[in-house]
Nanobody
Framework: QVVLVESGGGLVQTGGSLRLSCAASGRTFGSYAMGWFRQAPGKDLELVAAISWTGRRTYYTDSVKGRCTISRDNAKNTTYLQMNSLKPEDTAVYYC????????????????WGQGTQVTVSS
């Protein structure tokens, strides 16, 4: 069992910033690639960003490129998503997920999921 716990969500105005954190336990954090997903009401789950277990490869969906940065700190078993220049369309529940693979780009590749943290961007 791998347990993932997200934190850092909240309410922010358009143009503001948030840093989401995902704390992992139960397995060696550095052995797994990590991803951040989001789901807005009535919309499909969307991959926002992913990072390889080494941290040497990253992926971002086009809508957040230049505004978001994914990173990880294996010593703290924590993955981060720094979100800047936030827009109302970023409003969603954000989930972190892990995969045993070195890198993952689709939801089916991720094995463990957190409970989610709400991000709301006001206009």
């Amino acid at each position: 069992q791998v347990v993932l716990v997200e934190s850092g969500g909240g309410l922010v105005q358009t143009g503001g910033s948030l840093r989401l954190s995902c704390a992992a336990s139960g397995r060696t954090f550095g052995s797994y690639a990590m991803g951040w997903f989001r789901q807005a009401p009535g919309k499909d789950l969307e991959l926002v960003a992913a990072i390889s277990w080494t941290g040497r490869r990253t992926y971002y969906t086009d809508s957040v490129k230049g505004r978001c940065t994914i990173s990880r700190d294996n010593a703290k078993n924590t993955t981060y998503l720094q979100m800047n220049s936030l827009k109302p369309e970023d409003t969603a529940v954000y989930y972190c997920a892990s995969t045993h693979q070195a890198m993952g780009n689709t939801r089916d590749e991720f094995d463990y999921w957190g409970q989610g943290t709400q991000v709301t961007v006001s206009s």
